[in-house]
């Protein structure tokens, strides 16, 4: 279980120290319960969500603001040595 906190970055950002609890999100059920209404106040004030806070963020709901980080989309990685593959090699001749 995550807890999804608002954290005050200029003051004490190592600190720890949690202005307010927003959510929770379980990564093993993928169920996520955001409070709208606190969520959506610290947004306005300026606060800035993570790229993974706001996809869940969206999915719950909030309205989130213009400049919100949008999170890519994910490209498939090149595969690098392709020659060293199995199926590149070529046949052993029995």
């Known amino acids: 279980m995550y807890r999804i906190i608002v ?10 120290r949690v202005i307010a609890f927003v959510g929770t999100y379980d ?6 319960k955001v409070q709208v209404e606190p969520a959506q106040k610290f947004l306005d004030a300026g606060a800035q969500p993570s790229p993974r806070v706001v996809k869940l ?8 603001p213009k400049w919100a980080i949008k999170t ?5 990685k ?12 070529p046949k052993d001749k029995e």
């Open 7 to 16: 954290q005050e970055a200029q003051k004490q950002p190592t600190s720890g």
């Open 72 to 76: 890519p989309v994910v490209k498939a």
């Open 57 to 64: 963020l969206k999915a719950a709901g909030v309205k989130l």
């Open 78 to 89: 090149a595969i690098r040595h392709t020659e060293k593959l199995r199926k590149n090699q």
């Open 27 to 32: 990564p093993h059920t993928k169920e996520c």
